[in-house]
């Protein structure tokens, strides 16, 4: 079998080794459906809190580095809801060094299933939905609220840069998740890249210095879960005079951000059975 | 199983040739590095050899008891059998797989028990756990069914299945992870210290239902423990490491032998008295006011010491204390030329 085949074959037994561990998680949640009914509604109020932040921050002043609050609101939903979907999906992931300090790591590695997909299926949290909830709801707003001029490349841009960023911020997730192979307590990094990213790109590019704006562009391509394809769709000149074209990008981006992702978790998942520790 | 339970006779052919070599070890090695720090950004590197150049097989049916001190390299082996760790050097096959190459194919034909950690979802029941198998391992409804229900009453398992995992107790949850191993008819099961902090009663049922498992079904069982009883209970053959070499391979009454090893008798007199005499197989090691400590060879009865002793001295209690293994191998390491029959077939 070629490194092509046991790549799909892996995909594919990832796959389902995770559709059966998240069910059986859900089945197990939804058990308790006030707990979860409760669970699901603070979630709400605390990510919603979230966004009065930026309300507040609009009762100020009627601008933030040139974009309006219906603008921002775009921002904020785009970045939220894909950052919401690649949690959902695997934020456990981001467990893995206590796995690997506690040892809890060796049972799963003698189960007949990718490894990735039991820490990313490992306790999923449904509850997490809210957070996606939220974001939608805001997005649901600045599409109603912003006056863009609507072509069918725009509505289609939208759901497409929603499902790259959430690949965006899941390559992230698996990088953060791969390093605490080597470092097991790294996952404060970890936050530091995904929440910061997160919140960072709730805000315009503009009210950024340049060189920031230049990494999170070139070096962590963060820029294109919502920055790059908003300011198109927004009819704004593009980060950094990037082309026009680069608009399109975020999906070539997020297959482009895998590949690094999933190597770095090869390289950790081998150090660790080569040091066990 | 007659046949199996012999021990090494079985493993080797008059040539030395393997006959059915359910596992296999060449000359196997693993090497950690170890990084300490011994300043502000000054570290520095060591290797360290926890296995160092072991060979050994183990043919299909066999039931083996696999024991040394701590950081021997007990586990170290173990994990490697599983394909959790890769090895460093050397040839390593179970059913005639390469465990860190072909990981997943391999973990559908063994069952692995560690007594330290478990294998089952921790906050969810039981039987959540045995599902979620079911559908891992591709175990056909059937199987499964049948499995389950001869595996629930073997191990009394009917009562917790209900219960989530992390409110059973350790004896409980350890036979909840012997089932778990056991559901997908694995040819060969490891286990991690598989009795270690349980009591007197479930220990006794675990090794029952081990003896049973490799007489009616003919599993392999591979265990390490730090408990010579499970060994007495159910190994015909002992394999001791330290330092990640093989000290002794074969049968467990030999291992005394080799190791010279020693019982203790702890005797509470009525009062203070000078050292028992109990004649020229017993010898007092310790005194401590009424009590006393005698070594005898774990070889001889203890009959005939205590009826001496109890017909001479003033006894108000006593109890005979087994020698641990760290004791009897480092009596080996003591006395390394009179060891070994069957060791170092590399």
């Known amino acids: 079998m070629g490194e092509a085949g046991r790549v799909r074959d892996g995909l594919r037994e990832g796959w389902r080794a995770y559709r059966l561990i998240a069910g059986m998680w859900i089945r197990s949640t939804m058990a308790y459906r006030l707990s979860f009914a409760m669970a699901l509604v603070s979630g709400l109020l605390v990510t919603g809190l979230d966004f009065v932040a930026i309300l507040l921050m609009f009762s100020r002043v009627d601008a933030l580095g040139g974009y309006s609050l219906p603008e921002v609101a775009f921002l904020y939903g785009l970045s939220a809801t894909s950052f919401g979907i690649a949690d959902l999906v695997i934020g456990s992931a981001g467990r893995l060094g206590s796995r690997v300090r506690d040892g809890t790591l060796d049972t799963l590695l003698v189960r007949p299933a990718p490894v990735l997909a039991q820490v990313a299926a490992d306790r999923f949290a449904l509850h997490r939905v809210s957070r996606i909830t939220q974001g939608a709801l805001v997005l649901g707003y600045a599409l109603a609220a912003t006056d863009v001029d609507w072509t069918v490349v725009k509505v289609l841009l939208v759901p497409v840069t929603l499902v790259s960023g959430a690949v965006i911020f899941g390559a992230v997730l698996v990088a953060g998740a791969a390093f605490q192979f080597v470092a097991q307590d790294a996952a404060e990094v970890q936050s530091a890249f995904t929440y910061g990213g997160q919140t960072l790109l709730q805000y315009p590019p503009t009210v950024f210095g340049k060189e920031l704006v230049r990494a999170v562009t070139f070096v962590f391509p963060l820029a294109f879960v919502n920055w790059v394809p908003a300011a198109y769709v927004l009819g704004r000149p593009l980060p950094l005079d990037l082309p026009g074209w680069a608009a399109y990008a975020p999906p070539l981006v997020a297959l482009a951000c895998c590949a690094p992702a999933g190597l770095a978790w090869r390289a950790g998942l081998r150090s660790y059975r080569s040091t066990g520790s | 199983m007659g046949e199996a339970r012999e021990g090494s006779g079985v493993r ?335």
């Open chain 2, 12 to 346: 080797e052919g008059s040539g030395g040739a393997v006959v059915d070599a359910f596992i296999e070890l060449d000359r196997v090695e693993k090497v950690f590095d170890v990084r300490r720090r011994t300043g502000f950004l000054r570290r520095e590197r060591r290797q360290v050899r926890a296995v160092d150049g072991l060979s050994f097989t183990v043919a299909r049916g066999e039931i083996v008891g696999y024991i040394g001190p701590n950081g021997a390299g007990k586990s170290t082996t173990i994990k490697m059998l599983t394909g959790i760790l890769t090895p460093s050097g050397g040839r390593l096959r179970v059913a005639g797989i390469d465990p860190a190459r072909e990981r997943t194919r391999l973990a559908h034909r063994i069952g692995v028990v560690f007594g330290q950690r478990t294998t089952l979802w921790w906050d969810l029941p039981l039987i959540d756990s045995y599902r979620l198998a079911h559908r891992m391992y591709r175990i056909p409804d059937a199987r499964y069914r049948e499995n389950l229900d001869r595996l629930v009453e073997l191990l009394d398992l009917e009562s917790l299945l209900e219960v989530p995992v992390r409110q059973l107790s350790l004896g409980q949850r350890m036979r909840g992870d012997i089932a778990a191993a056991l559901l997908h008819d694995p040819e060969v099961l490891y286990l991690d210290e598989p009795t270690i902090g349980l009591d007197v009663v479930s220990k006794a049922r675990v090794r029952e239902f081990l003896g049973e498992l490799n007489t009616e079904r003919g599993t392999t069982v591979l265990l390490t423990t730090h408990d010579l009883q499970d060994i007495e209970r159910l190994c015909s053959r002992v394999m001791v490491i330290d330092h990640g070499r093989m000290m002794y391979d074969g049968p467990l009454a030999g291992l005394h032998e080799a190791g010279e090893s020693e019982r203790t008798l702890v005797v509470d007199l009525e009062r203070e008295l000078p050292p028992i005499e109990a004649g020229p197989a017993a010898r007092v090691v310790r005194v401590e006011g009424p009590r006393q400590w005698l070594a005898f060879p774990a070889s001889q009865s203890a009959a005939p010491l205590v009826a001496r002793i109890a017909a001479e001295y003033p006894l108000v209690d006593l109890s005979v204390r087994e020698p641990d293994i760290e004791t009897v191998i480092g009596r080996m390491y003591a006395d390394k030329e009179t060891v070994v029959p069957g060791a170092g077939n590399s």
